[in-house]
């Protein structure tokens, strides 16, 4: 069986192109994950997400333990079969989702109880779970279980949690073992403290990972201070292997993170926004619900080359989303994805050429000069 690999093809200052090379297929970098949450990246078939050019999406480990369980999708034969995709998945370790959970679960060393948001049901989910879990769902990158504390937050506890996730990470590696041909990451924590964050990738490289996630961002603390943090985030990192931004996030701070060394990065935001009428062009962010499209003959996006784009009108997607009609979503989101992963592909011609600061002026620049309406 062909292992897992990274190679690094150029850089452009900080941004990083290269190839992630799985049995199931190989992962363009800088890569967008689409969410695929329940098994499924909603209002979109799975050679759909492909078609917008997808090499790699990311499945859910608590809500898929919860609903159908991890147990039921290994005897239907593993979550790839599941779910009808054959290109590599990768599955987060159900930390973030548990600490969401706020009154309804409670945190040890072991792990953390909690109480299902279906059914109230009592579940543990501890490093050794998580790893179990992943593994029964055979997603080709495993991550590790962690605490992700919402920021802001005091120095105290984001020391606590960041060293209490260091032995979590370490509990990981030991339960993932040997699995050829599949990767286990390792998730950097420490909030915003420079410190901390290089206390606790010295402590993931000591344990050795296949790849690493720049964790405990997007959770509040905005663009500004989120850039802060990856200014030497991901230098903390080895060099030779992928950086994994984790819940990002809007265009322009995809485009800021890649500028800042990042590989990988995923958010529900394309496909949430675009059955909500929201869709991100290359001119900036429209508003389909807004009555100015009500008569207007123009595709989203002129550049763009998805259904939406070159079978619909501004017109008609204003209407079939006013009437309520499911093909509104389904468009959306299909734009949305295409939109996404045509910036991708961007940024990794514009890295190859050495060209990436006049993408970006250039990104920018379309923005102000374009049409963002409210949303």
Not at 291 to 311: V, Y
Request: hydrophobic share 40%.
């Amino acid at each position: 069986m062909t292992g897992f690999s990274f190679e690094l093809n150029a850089t452009d200052g900080a941004a990083r192109t290269g190839v992630i090379r799985t049995p199931r297929g190989e992962v363009r970098t800088p890569a967008f994950m689409p969410v695929g949450t329940a098994a499924t990246v909603k209002a979109m078939l799975p050679e759909s997400v492909a078609a917008t050019g997808a090499d790699i999406l990311l499945g859910n480990t608590y809500h898929l333990m919860l609903r159908p369980t991890a147990e039921r999708i290994a005897n239907l034969g593993g979550l790839h079969k599941f779910m009808n995709w054959e290109k590599p998945i990768l599955t987060d370790s159900g930390g973030f989702q548990v600490m969401s959970l706020a009154g309804l679960r409670k945190l040890t060393e072991e792990g953390v109880r909690f109480s299902s948001h279906i059914d109230g049901s009592k579940h543990m989910l501890t490093p050794e779970r998580s790893m179990e879990v992943q593994k029964l769902l055979g997603s080709d990158i495993v991550m590790c279980f962690d605490e992700c504390p919402a920021l802001p937050a005091d120095r105290a506890r984001i020391a606590e949690s960041m060293a209490l996730s260091m032995r979590w990470a370490a509990r990981s590696r030991d339960a993932f073992g040997d699995r050829p041909g599949h990767a286990l990451f390792g998730i950097q924590q420490g909030g915003l403290e420079e410190d901390l964050r290089a206390e606790s990738a010295e402590a993931l490289v000591d344990i050795s990972f296949d790849g690493y996630a720049v964790g405990g961002l997007a959770v509040g603390e905005g663009q500004e201070a989120m850039f802060g943090v990856l200014d030497y985030a991901p230098g903390m990192l080895p060099q030779d292997k992928p950086r994994y931004l984790m819940g990002v996030g809007k265009p322009d701070d995809i485009v800021g993170a890649v500028k800042r060394g990042i590989d990988m990065m995923d958010c529900v935001l394309p496909s949430r926004s675009g059955r909500t009428g929201q869709a991100f062009t290359r001119r900036g962010v429209v508003n389909i619900k807004n009555a100015r499209h009500a008569d207007d003959p123009r595709p989203l996006d002129e550049a763009c080359g998805c259904p939406a784009c070159t079978g619909y009108s501004r017109a008609y997607l204003h209407h079939v989303f006013r009437a309520g009609e499911m093909i509104s979503g389904m468009l959306l989101t299909w734009h949305n994805l295409r939109y996404y992963q045509d910036l991708m592909a961007e940024m990794r011609a514009a890295i190859a050429a050495g060209t990436f600061e006049a993408f970006e002026t250039a990104f920018h620049g379309r923005r102000a000069e374009g049409d963002i309406e409210p949303i």
